[in-house]
């Protein structure tokens, strides 16, 4: 099949509804050529009909996200990154597929080669159906057939958010958020730390302080932004030569699960904000400035943040 909505004056809509809406969502969107090369073949990509797509739609006990995209959709092409990042951040707590919409002659070639680019793990599959107005109506009866276009669904088959266009991706941390809290067991006045008590090594501050401010600390800031943690601080002791420990520094966390998986969440924040490793302010090796003398990892008692 041609891709959705470049087909649309050859299914039931009608032919001005097609033309306002094709105006407006994909005018300078054009098909790519089709290349096949070795790397199209890293990535599995599943042919669908209508009747297999609907079973796509069912939940299996998780949040399922689905994202509907072309490789001839530019928008579609630029929100992957984000969508990579996504599946990363989320693995294990939802399911995530792609649908493309491409021609299925592509299915083997174009479609595959930008994933396998993309290094796209969320399973893929390819709709090929005569009427792609009936794929609209089963997934929301608001989509006007515009792409890219990513769906919502609670664990138990409701459409909880659809987005047409790109993801903004806060919005989007946001409502899953609100489909994953249910399952933490947490209580939400209960904070969890993790403090970390660091001595700095032969004075060697200025590398120390550069260590922290390039690494930890934007890493808490992201992490924050992604709801991963509740709050933290960066203290420096008062320099004394005999303390047992320079700086004190304290990430909380809003609850047990929160605080138990922190490790885990944190991997594709550093993935992809250091991916060759931390920030250095020279060649110095962080074990040559810094050592953690000791590390707490409980409840925060005391604490009077909200």
């Known amino acids: 099949m041609k891709v959705l909505v470049s087909t649309l004056t050859k299914t039931a809509l009608t032919g001005a509804v097609f033309l306002i809406f094709y105006s407006q969502a994909v005018v300078g969107q054009t098909r790519r050529p089709t290349a096949n090369t070795p790397s199209a073949a890293k990535v599995k990509v ?8 609907k079973k796509l739609l069912v939940p299996n006990g998780k949040p399922l996200l689905i994202n ?53 793990e969320m399973p893929a ?8 107005s009936a794929v609209i109506s089963s997934v929301s009866k608001d989509w006007r057939g515009g792409m890219p276009f990513t769906a ?6 409701k459409l909880a958010y659809f987005r047409e266009g790109k993801v903004v991706m806060e919005t989007m941390r946001a409502e899953l958020g609100k489909l994953l809290a249910p399952a933490s067991t947490a209580k939400k006045d209960e904070l969890y730390v993790t403090i970390d008590f660091v001595k700095i090594k032969d004075g060697k501050r200025p590398e ?15 992490a924050l932004k992604r709801g991963i943690i509740h709050s933290y601080e960066l203290l420096e002791s008062v320099l004394v030569t ?11 966390y809003s609850g047990e699960e929160q605080h138990k998986n922190s490790e885990k ?15 250095t302010m020279n060649a ?5 400035f810094r050592q953690s003398v000791f590390v707490y990892r409980g409840k925060d008692l005391t604490s009077s943040f909200n």
Do not use: H
């Open 46 to 53: 599943t042919q669908v009909d209508e009747v297999a797509f």
């Open 68 to 120: 509907f995209w072309a490789t001839w959709c530019d928008p579609c092409r630029e929100e992957f990154p984000d969508l990579v990042a996504l599946d990363q951040e989320y693995k294990g707590k939802i399911d995530f597929l792609t649908v493309s919409l491409d021609d299925p002659a592509d299915i083997a070639t174009t479609v595959p080669k930008f994933l396998g680019e993309m290094k796209a």
């Open 125 to 132: 599959y390819l709709l090929k159906t005569p009427d792609e």
């Open 152 to 157: 919502l669904y609670s664990p138990d088959g």
């Open 208 to 222: 120390t302080m550069y260590y922290y401010e390039q690494n930890w600390k934007p890493y808490r800031e992201e």
């Open 242 to 252: 005999t303390a047992p420990f320079d700086l004190i520094l304290i990430t909380r």
């Open 265 to 279: 969440n944190f991997e594709p924040i550093l993935k992809q904000m250091r991916p060759n490793g931390p920030a």
């Open 284 to 288: 110095v090796k962080p074990d040559e």
